[in-house]
């Protein structure tokens, strides 16, 4: 069993930055692959990055075009998305998520944390 927990959300202007983390309790945690998701009013959640277990291969989707990275500390049980060049498009609710392997369906994911509110402002 493994909880998430975001957090790091929060009001940004355009072309700012945000660091949102996510971070895990179970001993378990670092055998997981871990995924960003998010998911903006009236639209279906969307994938935007994955990373492996040991932090060695990450997996993005299309929609951050390079704007955005991931990292991963398994002796913090936290993984990061550090977001550039925000765009008010970019304005969602994000959510971290636990696989077993690298994958972009949110099917593949067994945990899911609460989420954390992003909004940028124009």
């Known amino acids: 069993q493994v909880q998430l927990e975001e957090s790091g959300g929060g009001l940004v202007q355009a072309g700012g930055s945000l660091r949102l983390s996510c971070a895990a309790s179970?001993?378990?945690?670092?055998?997981?692959?871990v995924g960003w998701f998010r998911q903006a009013p009236g639209k279906e959640r969307e994938f935007i990055v994955s990373?492996?277990?040991?932090?060695?291969?990450?997996y993005y989707g299309d929609s951050v075009s390079g704007r955005f990275t991931i990292s991963r500390d398994n002796a913090k049980n936290t993984v990061y998305l550090h977001m550039n060049s925000l765009k008010p498009e970019d304005t969602a609710v994000y959510y971290c998520a636990c696989a077993l392997s690298l994958g972009a369906r949110l099917n593949e994911y067994d945990y899911w944390g609460q989420g954390t509110q992003v909004t940028v402002s124009s």
């Open positions: 990373i492996s277990w040991s932090g060695s291969n990450t």
């Open positions: 179970g001993r378990s945690f670092s055998r997981y692959a």
